[in-house]
């Protein structure tokens, strides 16, 4: 049976139906993930050692990222990767566009285990099979917050010189804000020391609880007398514990 190659990652915030559909699928020979959430289910998808073949996704997830963000964020990890939309509400029109171009489809809930396998085999037939390499690293971002706006956009040029992606804010709220809606991986928080010294103790771990794959990391922004400010900018990312090949 051609499903005992396949790991397929289902993602609902109700337990019943990602119950239901582990049931379902590993009954027909697949190996099955399940996550929560899309924070969840990113986590997942960046970790998990082996291939992951389609992606089972509820379109609406409150307050977390939508299904539709999640198999943007899965899909730049795993190219290729199948993805089969599940809800009890009519497709979106970006769904809609999607399942017209043949790059996923969509379920309405309910649905019976028979519908579930049969529309399961036939989107993967449909779908390259690029989705089995490995996932790919490098799209985890780093998250700036910084207040001061020239160290800032420094900093995260210095950063992006080196291949990585930058998000930048310049206060809690941007940075919760950016937490909560980017789509994909955010490995590091790079934070200005006293920035997060004045947040109280339940802020700094909403951070934690949005993206728990996030470190944070702190460092003093402040300047020292006549120093440059490319040798400052430097001197900050030293204290996060990053060095710079320097390379253009």
Not at 223 to 245: F, I, K, N, Q
Request: net charge negative; with cysteine; hydrophobic share 45%.
């Amino acid at each position: 049976m051609d499903s005992l190659t396949h790991t397929i990652l289902v993602v609902d915030d109700e337990a019943h139906i990602r119950d239901f559909a582990r049931h379902v699928l590993e009954n027909q020979g697949y190996s099955v993930l399940t996550a929560k959430n899309g924070v969840e289910a990113l986590l997942l998808g960046e970790h998990h050692p082996g291939p992951i073949r389609a992606l089972i996704t509820d379109l609406n997830m409150p307050p977390y990222m939508g299904g539709c963000e999640l198999a943007q964020g899965m899909r730049r990890m795993r190219p290729g990767l199948a993805v089969l939309y599940i809800s009890g509400y009519p497709a979106d029109a970006m769904v809609q566009s999607e399942v017209l171009e043949e790059k996923a489809d969509f379920l309405a809930k309910p649905f019976t285990p028979e519908t579930l396998v049969r529309r399961l085999k036939a989107l993967i037939r449909r779908q390259a099979p690029a989705a089995m390499a490995a996932p790919r690293k490098n799209d985890r971002a780093i998250l700036l917050l910084v207040p001061e706006g020239n160290l800032r956009s420094g900093i995260a040029s210095l950063l992006r010189v080196e291949g990585l992606q930058v998000l930048e804010s310049r206060n809690f709220p941007e940075a919760l804000m950016i937490c909560q809606w980017h789509v994909g991986y955010i490995g590091l928080l790079l934070a200005d020391r006293d920035t997060l010294a004045r947040l109280p103790l339940e802020l700094t771990e909403r951070l934690g609880q949005m993206r728990p794959e996030m470190r944070i990391l702190c460092a003093a922004a402040v300047s020292w007398a006549g120093e440059p400010d490319e040798e400052r900018m430097r001197r900050v990312l030293e204290e996060w514990g990053l060095e710079l090949t320097g390379g253009e």
